[in-house]
Each structure stands twice: as C-alpha cells, then as structure tokens.
C-alpha cells in the first residue's frame, strides 16, 4: 500500500510539472505520439489534456451529430473532410451509426481512424452501385474501421503503401456474393513518380482485422503477390495479418485468399 501511494505522489509531481508547459508545447509534444491508441488516451487524463488532444491541429473529425459546422476541423461526412484534409492529416470518425461513402479516392498520405472503442463502434456502408468504399492512390492508414460493401469490393488499392490496422471488411451475402472481395488491389511492384523521379513501392498491410464474406479476401490483377499470410481462426470470425507486395518472381504466389464455407 506504501509502495503504491509513493507511486502516487510521483505520478502526481511529474504531471503537475508537465502541466506547467504552455499549450503550444503541450500540442507539439501530442503530435509526436501515435493517434492510436497514444494520442486518443492523453484525452481521457483530463479537461485540459482532452481538449488539446482533439484540437483540429492534430487530427480532422467527422461528426454528423455535430450542431456546430463552423467549427474548425469538424465535417458531416468523410467525403468532404477527405477533400479539406492536408497531406499526414488524421481524420477521426465519430462512433455511432454509419456512415455513406461511395467511391472515395484518397490522394493523399491519410490517417482513417474510427473513435469507438472497438471497430464495430464505427461503421462505413458502400451502396451496390459503388465499386468501392474507398479508393486509395497514395500512403495511406485505416484503422479501428468496419467497412461494409454491398456487391464489389470494400476497399480498392490503386498505388501508395496501405495499412489496415484492427479493421472489419465485410462483404455482404447476395446472389452476385462471387463477384465480392474485401481488397482488391490494381497497383504493381513499383512506379516512378515523375514529377519527383522517385519510385514509389506499392503494398498492402493487413493486421488483426476481421474479413467476413466476399469469394475471397484479397484480389490483385496487378504484379504484386500475397505473402506472409497468417490467419487465426475463431467460432464466429477469421482474423488476418498479410502482406501484398511485390516479391520474388520466382516464388509468387497465387494473390488471392479463399474464405472458409461456414
């Protein structure tokens, strides 16, 4: 009990000192750590605290419960706060509900994070007559998602390195259920960015996320191939970690992943 009071009081000093710094330090000092779960947990210590971390500073938000638009930093929709994001913006979407998106091209380096505690808090439904939810074209994050797709694929990787971190895909059973993938990427090993001249290496990185539905998880009619797959098997759900990258052309493999029949 001594040890853990002393703990305390450590604790205590070392956050007053730190309260100390002016609210530009703190937000500079915010911006360094990780939007999850680092970033999203320095709100939770304390008014002041939350209020700096939610600051349109370091990350978008998009509420449509939000009474006040003018707010800076706050959109209706992930559409529109795409389109007013800046490159290595994070944008996080308010738990709750779902949210409409329909072939979404993502340019830019971005960051797509769900605010619920977990990813069915936060839920993105593409219509059947999209191709995608989101299209991405550049270096781009998604995390704490779920994205459902009614008919062709939840997300579609065009070129840049895409992570989807502890995301849900589903794909939603109809007749057509054979034409539906969770991924499906377009892009090949590697392009020259012209007016850079550097060469941009194209991947997709999937980790602990749940993919439901679909003919099979992942697709490429491009030049890179499925590697490192690793898939952990529950009652209800498949849980997968994968990379699809350019390889070896003498070991490729087939770039496609069967769903189990439940």
């Given at each position: 009990?001594?040890?853990?009071?002393?703990?305390?009081?450590?604790?205590?000093?070392e956050l007053s000192l730190i309260n100390n710094l002016d609210d530009g330090c703190l937000m500079h000092i915010f911006s360094f750590l990780s939007p999850i779960p680092d970033r999203y947990?320095?709100?939770?210590?304390?008014?002041?605290?939350?209020?700096?971390?939610?600051?349109?500073?370091?990350?978008?938000?998009?509420?449509?419960?939000?009474?006040?638009?003018?707010?800076?930093?706050?959109?209706?929709?992930?559409?529109?706060?795409?389109?007013?994001?800046?490159?290595?913006?994070?944008?996080?979407?308010?738990?709750?509900?779902?949210?409409?998106?329909?072939?979404?091209?993502?340019?830019?380096?971005?960051?797509?994070?769900?605010?619920?505690?977990?990813?069915?808090?936060?839920?993105?439904?593409?219509?059947?007559?999209?191709?995608?939810?989101?299209?991405?074209?550049?270096?781009?994050?998604?995390?704490?998602?779920?994205?459902?797709?009614?008919?062709?694929?939840?997300?579609?990787?065009?070129?840049?390195?895409?992570?989807?971190?502890?995301?849900?895909?589903?794909?939603?059973?109809?007749?057509?259920?054979?034409?539906?993938?969770?991924?499906?990427?377009?892009?090949?090993?590697?392009?020259?960015?012209?007016?850079?001249?550097?060469?941009?290496?194209?991947?997709?990185?999937?980790?602990r996320t749940r993919i439901e539905g679909g003919a099979k998880a992942v697709l490429t009619s491009g030049t890179l191939s499925l590697q490192r797959v690793r898939v952990i098997y529950t009652?209800?759900?498949?849980?997968?970690?994968?990379?699809?990258?350019?390889?070896?052309?003498?070991?490729?493999?087939?770039?496609?992943?069967?769903?189990?029949?439940?």
């Open positions: 009990m001594e040890e853990q009071k002393r703990k305390w009081r450590r604790f205590s000093k947990n320095t709100a939770l210590v304390c008014h002041r605290w939350r209020f700096l971390a939610c600051h349109p500073q370091l990350w978008l938000r998009v509420d449509r419960s939000a009474k006040d638009l003018s707010q800076p930093g706050v959109y209706p929709n992930i559409e529109i706060a795409v389109s007013a994001a800046r490159p290595g913006d994070t944008i996080l979407v308010a738990a709750g509900g779902s949210h409409r998106v329909s072939n979404i091209k993502i340019e830019k380096p971005l960051c797509l994070i769900g605010a619920g505690e977990s990813p069915d808090d936060t839920t993105l439904i593409c219509s059947r007559s999209s191709d995608s939810a989101l299209e991405f074209m550049s270096t781009c994050k998604l995390a704490n998602l779920t994205v459902r797709a009614e008919l062709g694929c939840c997300l579609l990787h065009r070129s840049g390195r895409v992570t989807i971190d502890g995301c849900i895909l589903q794909c939603e059973s109809n007749p057509l259920d054979h034409l539906s993938y969770a991924i499906i990427s377009t892009a090949g090993a590697s392009e020259v960015v012209s007016s850079a001249l550097k060469t941009c290496i194209n991947s997709v990185s999937v980790l009652r209800t759900s498949l849980f997968f970690w994968f990379e699809v990258e350019g390889g070896d052309k003498n070991t490729v493999q087939s770039a496609s992943v069967e769903l189990p029949i439940s």
